[in-house]
C-alpha cells in the first residue's frame, strides 16, 4: 500500500468522505482518520491496514490494550491513546445501545447487554443491576472488585441500595477472567447465603449471572437459585 500522499486526492479518505459521506469509508480509512498521519516509511492507510490486520477486525480491536497496541508498527505512545478512547466509546455507546431495552426478559438478553463489556475485562468484579416491578434496570452499580468469595460484600449496603430505589428485585453479575464461566462451590455458596437474606427483607434475586470468555453460566437457568 502506498503513502496517501501519492493516492489520488478524491481517494484520500478526508477527501472521500466529505465528496461521498463518511458512510462510504472501510473500517481501514476510519480509523486513518483517527490515527491521522504516517511515518516515513508507513502511510496512515499502512498503518490502519497493519492495526486491523493484527487485530483481526473490529470485535479483536476491542481486546487490544495499550500494551499491546504499541506493538502494532506504525503506532506510538499517542495514537495508542486516541485509539483507546474510540475503543471506549464503542463500548459505551454499545452498552447505551443495550441498556435502553424496555425490561429484562432472560439470561440471554443480559448476556447481550453485558457481552461487550467483559470482552476486555482482565479484573474480576460485581455489579448490581436493581430492576423495577416491570423488569426495568433502574440502576448498575458495581459494588465491589474481586471475586465473590475473595470480598467481604456488606449486605446492609447492598440491600439498603436496593430499597433505596423502591424496588425488591435484583440481579447479580460478575465475570470470570479465565474464560471459564463455571461457579465455583463459593459462588454457590455466597449466591444461597445473599438469596437467604434478601428474602429476610421481603427483597428477591432473580438471577446471578457468570460472564466467562463469549460464555456465561445463570444460576436462575441451572436452578440454583
Known amino acids: 500500500m502506498g503513502q496517501i500522499r501519492n493516492i489520488a486526492i478524491f481517494e484520500q479518505p478526508r477527501e472521500k468522505a466529505l465528496t461521498l459521506g463518511i458512510n462510504t469509508l472501510s473500517d481501514i480509512e476510519l480509523f486513518a482518520l483517527i490515527i491521522q498521519s504516517g511515518g516515513k516509511n508507513n502511510s496512515v492507510l499502512d498503518i ?17 490494550d495499550y500494551e499491546k497496541l504499541l506493538e502494532i508498527k506504525g503506532i506510538n ?7 483507546l478512547a474510540i475503543k471506549e466509546l464503542m463500548l459505551r455507546m454499545e452498552h447505551l445501545r443495550v441498556l435502553q431495552k424496555s425490561h429484562i426478559r432472560n439470561s440471554e ?11 476486555t475485562k482482565t479484573d474480576e468484579e460485581i455489579i448490581l443491576l436493581i430492576l423495577n416491578h416491570a423488569n426495568q434496570i433502574v440502576k448498575e452499580e458495581v459494588i465491589s472488585k474481586g471475586s465473590v468469595s475473595e470480598v467481604n460484600i456488606d449486605f446492609k449496603i447492598l440491600f439498603r441500595e436496593i430499597i433505596k430505589h423502591s424496588c425488591q428485585k435484583f440481579i447479580l453479575i460478575h465475570n470470570h477472567p479465565c474464560g ?3 461457579p465455583s462451590k463459593e459462588d454457590i455458596y455466597y449466591t444461597k447465603l445473599i438469596k437467604e437474606k434478601a428474602g429476610a427483607l421481603d427483597l428477591k434475586i432473580l438471577d446471578h449471572i457468570i460472564f466467562g470468555k463469549n460464555n456465561y453460566f445463570s444460576f436462575k437457568d441451572h436452578s440454583l437459585i
Open 48 to 64: 490502519s491496514y497493519n492495526l486491523l490486520h493484527k487485530t483481526n477486525g473490529l470485535e479483536g480491536f476491542l481486546k487490544y
Open 77 to 83: 505512545k499517542v495514537t495508542a491513546i486516541k485509539l
Open 109 to 119: 438478553d443480559i448476556f447481550q447487554m453485558f457481552r461487550m463489556k467483559y470482552l
Open 180 to 182: 471459564d464461566s463455571t
